[in-house]
């Protein structure tokens, strides 16, 4: 294992509904990112916390909320998704403190929206 | 035009094969090069790195750069089926790794 766990690892929900993405690190790491996963598509970085602060928001749809109480932890919250927001969500985690191009990934959560 | 190509595959090769997986970028500020494995039902870990050009070893896997072509590749010698997944390109110009740009990925099957 990578260190870094999400959970739940399979998510199936309706357009109206509101559900949350946990992940969290063993690592010691201080920076955090959620990334989504499509077939076919690289991989999108969506949001990026650094000490806890977001750094980063790569113009995701204000349906997605990230939250990151603390260096170890990363939520991602969902409401009203569409069906195009299916994918795999992976969490990864990285050590920015001098310099490091190395991410750590979670296994993903497998999102689908009905 | 996408910042880093990779070769889309999928690629089916049996048991000990020499396999090549190849990724073309267009930003020359790139200078730290990755290679990511992603097993079915699992996020991608990080398998080979190499900063600015030259080759990299590491038992059956070599990881080349050529910044003049931009161009860099993962050699696999004697495959094995364990080693059946996509394989990720990335490549990031400094050393903050939420910079770092993603190829799609080619899948790889080794057949026994």
């Known amino acids: 294992e990578t260190g870094v766990t999400q959970t739940p690892r399979h998510l199936v929900m309706g357009m109206t509904n509101k559900k949350s993405l946990k992940c969290e690190q063993h690592?010691?790491?201080?920076?955090m990112y959620w990334y989504k996963q499509s077939a076919k598509k690289p991989l999108e970085l969506m949001f990026v916390y650094n000490f806890k602060e977001q750094t980063e928001n790569n113009s995701v749809p204000s349906r997605f909320s990230p939250e990151c109480p603390n260096s170890s932890h990363l939520f991602l919250h969902l409401h009203t998704l569409q069906p195009e927001d299916s994918a795999l969500y992976l969490c990864?985690?990285?050590?920015?403190?001098?310099?490091?191009?190395?991410?750590?990934f979670g296994p993903g959560t497998r999102l689908t929206v009905t | 035009q996408k910042e880093v190509e990779q070769d889309p595959g999928p690629l089916s090769v049996p048991e000990g094969a020499i396999v090549s997986l190849n990724c073309t970028y267009s930003n020359s500020a790139f200078q730290y090069f990755m290679w990511y494995r992603q097993y079915s039902r699992k996020g991608p870990e990080l398998l080979m790195y190499t900063y600015s050009s030259g080759n990299k070893e590491d038992g059956r896997f070599t990881a080349q750069v050529d910044k003049s072509s931009k161009y860099i590749s993962l050699f696999i010698r004697d495959s094995q089926p364990s080693d059946s997944a996509t394989y990720l390109c990335a490549m990031s110009a400094g050393t903050n790794a939420g910079k770092s740009t993603f190829g799609d990925g080619t899948t790889l099957t080794v057949k026994p």
């Open positions: 690592l010691g790491h201080n920076a």
């Open positions: 990864a985690s990285s050590h920015e403190r001098g310099g490091s191009y190395e991410q750590y």
